[in-house]
């Protein structure tokens, strides 16, 4: 049986931007290049598996390690990001299960009597009227913004000890982290990867790495890969 590559994480695992019927992928079809994901599942000779799901919650991630732990095998690999601790957990009403609720579209509305989110169709399966929208808006000020640290330890934590259990195991566990993708925010100065908006000249408006951008980020990962450093410290050089 062939080993595997594993990936957790977000959109920036997902890919988004850089697969079929995206903006970017339909429009620029000259610039079309493999991800980050496909680069390294071709360098390692392992079959790919993409876990990564766009706006996708630490709580989630966490939620898929463990339902995977049992097909996890000696010489697999796993590459393994946290994402923006403000995403929480939520009951999906139209599906009757828990998902993640990206709930970084619901930030900045600080008047929370009068935002409107009608509009957001993955918002409205999770939150049907604006009394519960209002309510989110209102538990995640007081319980996770200002407090992503605490969040990101709690998380990282538990990460942390899968880390080291499938490592005992003979499985390569590699962790990152959003950090990377919220570069700019953190490091004054452009980007480490080059994003959509900045390939297009900002004809797409669009955060996501660029094909260049996932070419880079793969570069760097294969230097962590040889030195077989497996958790993350930023920045990743």
Known sequence: MHNKAWFFGDSFTFGDGCRVGYEYYEKYPTLRENIWTDLISEKLNLEQVNKGIPGNSNGYILKQLIENLINFKS?????????????????????????????????????????DLDKKVSVNKFLSNKEEKKTAVEYIYQSVVGKETSWSNFYNEQFSSIQNFLLSKGVEVYTWSYKLWAWNSMIPGPPKYESIGKATRGKIDDGHWSWNGHKDFYTDFVKRIEKKDYTFKFPLI
């Open 75 to 115: 010489g697999d690999y796993i590459f393994l990001s946290d994402t923006l601790p403000i995403r929480v957990l939520y009951p999906n009403k139209e599906t009757k299960t828990v998902e993640p609720l990206t709930t970084d579209i619901l930030l900045g509305f600080n008047d929370t009597e009068n935002f």
